[in-house]
């Protein structure tokens, strides 16, 4: 497939473009800084973008088959984060513009109000209060693709706290909720191998089940 894929140079999309060049698709890096991507192929194409204009980021989807985001914006105590939703915005008016339909992206456990109670201690009243900002802005843009994108085949994969580890051979879990539930409803893991997010964001895009709905993933 092409891909075009943003958030390349983070740790997750470094992941997700060397497993995807890997599997033969031919990859679009969209990216603000194009010296930072270290990795050369002979299908890698690297294109500065604006990830905020629908225009910078509509010339770069032409003719591809799909958008992979792993787009990530740094916490604010004191001020609203509104990265996910404004760079979404322009995704998904790009992609109406120029025709591309799907389109997988990642927002992270715990995104509703509430949804963490069962979490462990340290997660329900410190991780979660100090992300708060990041989880709201993430739930109001997997809102804004349910209620306003019905017309695109997406998918969100929410993954728990991420670790810089390349995919592992592990079981992969899902579950259409805020986190992967035991069998008493606690959360069956804190944290997940950036790689493994990679590797199931790359698996879904073929996957119809999963077409517009939101999943949250772990590994056994």
Not at 78 to 92: H, L, Q, R
Not at 101 to 121: A, C, I
Not at 133 to 147: D, F, P, R
Not at 177 to 194: I, L, Q
Request: charged residues 15%; hydrophobic residues 40%; glycine residues 6%.
């Amino acid at each position: 497939m092409k891909l075009s894929i943003l958030g390349a140079t983070g740790q997750t999309g470094l992941f997700l473009v060397s497993q995807a060049l890997k599997q033969g698709h031919e990859v679009t890096a969209l990216v603000r800084n194009v010296s930072k991507v270290t990795i050369q192929h002979e299908n890698l194409k690297v294109v500065e973008a604006n990830i905020f204009s629908s225009e910078s980021l509509s010339e770069s989807f032409q003719g591809q088959d799909a958008v992979i985001s792993c787009l990530g914006f740094p916490y604010k105590l004191f001020s609203s984060v509104t990265g996910y939703t404004d760079s979404m915005a322009a995704i998904v008016t790009a992609m109406r513009q120029t025709g591309v339909n799907r389109m997988v992206t990642m927002t992270s456990w715990y995104t509703g109000p509430g949804s963490g109670q069962n979490s462990p201690f340290f997660v329900r009243n410190l991780l979660i209060p100090l992300i708060r900002s990041v989880l709201t802005n993430m739930y109001e843009m997997e809102q804004y693709l349910e209620k306003e994108c019905t017309d695109l085949n997406w998918t969100v994969i929410r993954p728990p706290g991420l670790q810089n580890n390349p995919a592992t051979d592990k079981e992969i879990m899902t579950h259409e909720g805020y986190f992967v539930p035991d069998d008493n409803g606690f959360p069956v893991t804190s944290t997940v191998a950036r790689g493994d997010v990679a590797r199931i964001m790359l698996s879904v895009l073929n996957d119809e089940h999963w077409t517009r709905k939101i999943m949250a993933m772990c590994c056994k």
